[in-house]
Each structure stands twice: as C-alpha cells, then as structure tokens.
C-alpha cells in the first residue's frame, strides 16, 4: 500500500532555533500534501495544504513565517518550524493525497522545545 | 464549513462486548467521512470510509460503520472488542470532492478495553 515517512521521528531543540521536518510519500507521487498539529490528548488540527510547485495554503491563524512549508517536488514536503518556542511543542502529522480521497497518513514527529 | 462532534471522549468496555463510538457531523453540502484510529505516539490509520453508495461500511479490524444521512451519524461499531483495539479514534469529514482540501477532524474517543 501507499507509505508516507515523516523524519525526523522525534527532535528536541532549544528555544529560538529551527526545525525541519520532512514528509515523503514513498511510494507514489502526492500532487497534495497536508500538515496537521495535535496536541496532546487533542484533536488533528490543519495547518496548511501544500501544492507541489505552489505555495501553502495556511489555515486561519497559523503562522505562515513561523511554519514554513516546501513542497519541492511530488514526494517531498517540508515544514520549518522558524524560531521554535516552548509552546510550538506538539505532535505534527503529515498526510498525503494520491487521488480522489485516498489520503495517507506519516507516523508522526514529536516536537519538544525546551 | 464542516465540523465533526464526537460525544464521547472516552469510553471504557469490557473485552469481548460490543462497543459503538458516535459521531455526528454538520456540513451543508454533502460530505465524505472517515473513521481513524491512532495507537500512542503513532500516526493515523484509516479504518474505513464512506464516499458514497451502500451505508453500511465494514472496515479493517472488524470495524463497521452506518451512514445516516437524516441524522448526520457515521457511528462506528464493533460486536466484540479486544484488548489490542485500545486506541484513540478519531472521526473525520471533507466536503471537497477528491479530499483536495484536508480533513476536519473530531476531537477523538478513547476506547479502553477492560479485561
């Protein structure tokens, strides 16, 4: 079946640096990737949808200049948590779509800012 | 704009009985809807959808659900639990054709199994 990977897995920084999370589909090209933060114990909340080749599109009230999103090319999604803050700590989940409504989840990463 | 209302955050069932975890939806254009199970510190599993056609939707794990359109339900339901489904489930929606803009989640049930 259709994989996503998310890497890394988990990372911890310190406050006031960035963090790269990749999300790739492993095997099949995404013309659409999601990212989604849940806190714990909470809900998946959308962040933002990426086109490949267009920029995001940032649900209401995300920061697009904290959470940078890439979408360079058909596997390949990238979110850059900018200046990460204790609070930007979180689980953050990538999906993404490979036809009409066949949506792939990754495994997660787990964000800790100390 | 959808939204996904799961009435239970938790609920506790002894292993081996039935269980049903409800989720009611709000939207106002017909919907696709979802059925997600997440074990610790683990991504998302699709357990099963609806996008059209028969109601009645089996899924992996023994998991089933009903569409009800007149009641805006997708509640799922499993005859006899195991300790293994212990997880947290979430119920989900997109209104867009082709899923192209995201799915809006509910805020998730625990299920605990108890032996």
């Known amino acids: 079946g259709a994989v996503v990977s998310q890497h890394p897995s988990r990372v911890i920084c310190k406050s006031g640096t960035s963090v790269k999370i990749e999300c790739r589909s492993l095997?099949?090209?995404?013309?659409?990737m999601f990212w989604y933060r849940q806190f714990p114990k909470q809900s998946l909340m959308l962040m933002a949808t990426?086109?490949?080749?267009?920029?995001?599109?940032?649900e209401q009230g995300v920061e697009k200049d904290k959470f940078l999103i890439n979408h360079a090319s058909l596997t390949l999604s990238t979110l850059t948590v900018t200046s990460a803050h204790p609070e930007d700590s979180s689980f953050y989940i990538c999906?993404?779509?490979?036809?009409?409504?066949?949506?792939?989840f990754g495994p997660g990463t787990r964000l800790t800012v100390t | 704009a959808q939204s996904v209302t799961q009435l239970d955050s938790q609920v506790p069932v002894f292993e081996e009985a039935p269980v049903e975890l409800r989720c009611n939806y709000s939207?106002?254009?017909?919907?696709?809807l979802f059925w997600y199970v997440q074990y610790p510190n683990q991504g998302l599993q699709l357990l099963l959808k609806y996008l059209s056609g028969s109601t009645l939707v089996k899924g992996i794990n023994g998991f089933e659900a009903e569409f009800n359109k007149s009641q805006t339900s997708f509640h799922l339901r499993k005859p006899s639990v195991h300790i293994s489904d212990t997880a947290e489930y979430f119920c989900?929606?997109?209104?867009?054709?082709?899923?192209?803009?995201?799915?809006?989640f509910g805020k998730g049930t625990h299920l605990i199994i108890q032996p």
């Open positions: 939207s106002s254009v017909s919907v696709y």
């Open positions: 999906s993404a779509r490979l036809g009409d409504m066949r949506i792939h």
């Open positions: 990426s086109n490949e080749g267009s920029k995001a599109t940032y």
């Open positions: 989900a929606v997109s209104e867009t054709g082709g899923g192209a803009d995201g799915l809006t």
């Open positions: 095997d099949f090209q995404a013309t659409t």
